[in-house]
């Protein structure tokens, strides 16, 4: 799926199922919970915590939450995540081609 079938999509489920975007303000907040549900998954799996009895180690879930909600936050506020993430490789690569080759620490 490209990126902008994907924005497509998400702005299509909210509009039939959603009823409405929430504010941009909400999504930040939800936003910002669905990182902390992945933080709490990735400390579990590939830091020094243990699962609890009842949780999930559903990686996938949570990283897709997250991009869901990244996806509603760009649609609601008008950015074409294709042409955000080309301009940002652009910005890398410029700035960043040489920076990691000569990083003694990688």
């Given at each position: 799926m490209e990126i902008k079938e994907l924005q497509e999509r998400v702005d299509a489920w909210i509009r039939n199922y959603g009823v409405r975007y929430f504010s941009e303000l909400t999504?930040?907040?939800?936003?910002?919970?669905?990182?902390?549900?992945?933080?709490?998954?990735?400390?579990?799996?590939?830091?020094?915590?243990?699962?609890?009895?009842?949780e999930r180690d559903n990686l996938s879930e949570e990283l897709a939450d997250v991009l869901w909600v990244l996806v509603c936050l760009a649609n609601q506020t008008g950015v074409d995540l294709t042409q955000a993430i080309e301009a940002n490789f652009a910005k890398k690569t410029a700035r960043d081609k040489e920076r990691h080759r000569n990083n003694p620490k990688l």
């Open positions: 999504n930040m907040a939800v936003l910002t919970e669905e990182v902390g549900e992945l933080a709490r998954v990735m400390a579990r799996r590939y830091g020094d915590q243990s699962f609890k009895a009842g």
